[in-house]
């Protein structure tokens, strides 16, 4: 409780410490946690996602920098790193770390790495309980920064209000990027690196995949003729993920990629999916951890030695495994 109410009052030691042990999945970090939940609900979460190497730390950083500079209200920033491919000793890390000097000795900002630890589904949670302790810490804008195009990522980008989605030319990242589906949780574009040769190439393979992900046109059925309607003239409540192109080394385009996101802010209070999107991120936290608390409690009731009898008839074929979770779940092996 003390160490709480230091968090809560604005204690960058406390904050650490709690930090660990949400990270660790302690007994004192899961008390912390249902203490400074009451506390939560007020920060904007911005997901950061996309390959390795196209600038999401140099961005991230360039962003911070800007809010710290520009507003006028000072916002407190938070950025949590997720890079499941580098541990804590880790170069990758080290080099964040050492790209992030900009930033350190600001006491509105707060810089935290994360390796991966346990399975996937751990990391979202994980992630989602590391941005549930800076929120209630008073910081205004916890920025996630996550790598690569897989499902883990985008379900990690789930836990943000406004994600973007980072690519940088010449990598032949659009591809991979547009088969995880990634441009579908895309609320803001950036191509990175627009130093680079190949930003127009870049640009139309987003903007045509960007079409396909986000439609434009919207065909309705009218009295048997079909009807083409285009946003957003038509529905005011749809966005169109801008596209941006940054120099993040420079500091590029940062001031205009701000601006779309605090309109996108604005946006998502304006047509209620702020309050919808709340609702999926803790609506799919709370169905997390009942299927793992359920489950526990079912492996406290199964006696090991019957477990593994159920899964030798499954090797064997005598039973298929949905029937070996019948049978699990009624308490009789057959
Ligand atoms: N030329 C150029 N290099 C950049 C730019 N942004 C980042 N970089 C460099 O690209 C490399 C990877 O950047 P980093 O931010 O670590 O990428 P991340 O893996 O996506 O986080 C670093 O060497 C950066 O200095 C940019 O806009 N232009
Ligand atoms: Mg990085």
Redesign the pocket.
């Known amino acids: 409780m003390a160490l709480t109410n230091s968090v809560l009052e604005g204690n960058r030691l406390a904050l650490a410490r709690v930090l660990t042990q949400v990270e660790n999945d302690s007994s004192e970090g899961r008390a912390a946690l249902a203490e400074l939940f009451p506390h939560t609900g007020k920060a904007h979460l911005i997901g950061v996602t996309?390959?390795?190497?196209?600038?999401?730390?140099?961005?991230v950083n360039q962003l911070a920098l800007h809010y710290r500079k520009s507003d006028v209200s000072r916002k407190r920033i938070a950025i949590v790193a997720v890079d499941p491919s580098s541990p804590f000793t880790g170069g990758?890390v080290l080099?964040?770390r050492v790209?992030m000097r900009d930033l350190s000795g600001d006491h509105g900002v707060f810089i935290r790495s994360m390796a991966s630890r346990g399975s996937l589904g751990g990391i979202a949670q994980t992630t989602a309980a590391l941005t549930q302790v800076f929120d209630a810490a008073g910081f205004e804008i916890i920025i996630i920064?996550t790598?690569g195009a897989g499902q883990s990522e985008v379900d990690i980008a789930r836990l943000a209000h406004t994600t973007l989605v980072?690519e940088a030319p010449g990598l032949g990242d659009e591809i991979q990027a547009i088969k995880a589906g990634i441009l579908e949780i895309a609320d803001v574009l950036v191509i990175?690196?627009?130093?680079?040769p190949g930003v127009e190439n870049t640009e139309r393979a987003l903007r045509s995949n960007l079409e396909l992900a986000h439609p434009t046109q919207r065909v309705f059925r009218h009295h048997g003729q079909s009807m083409s309607v285009t946003r957003p003239e038509a529905d005011a409540t749809l966005w169109l993920p801008p596209i941006h192109k940054?120099?993040?080394?420079?500091g590029k385009g940062i001031a205009e990629l701000a601006e779309s996101i605090a309109k996108h802010a604005a946006h998502l209070r304006q047509s209620g999916d702020w309050a919808a999107r709340d609702r999926a991120r803790l609506g799919s936290e709370l169905e997390a951890v009942l299927q793992e608390a359920l489950k526990a409690r079912f492996h406290e009731n199964i006696p090991n030695e019957k477990y593994e009898e159920i899964v030798e008839k499954v090797l064997s074929r005598n039973l298929s495994p949905r029937e070996a979770v019948k049978s699990l779940l009624n308490g009789s092996s057959r």
């Open positions: 996309g390959a390795s190497g196209t600038g999401k730390s140099s961005l990758a080099g964040d790209r920064e790598v980072v990175n690196k627009a130093d680079r940054t120099v993040a080394t420079e």
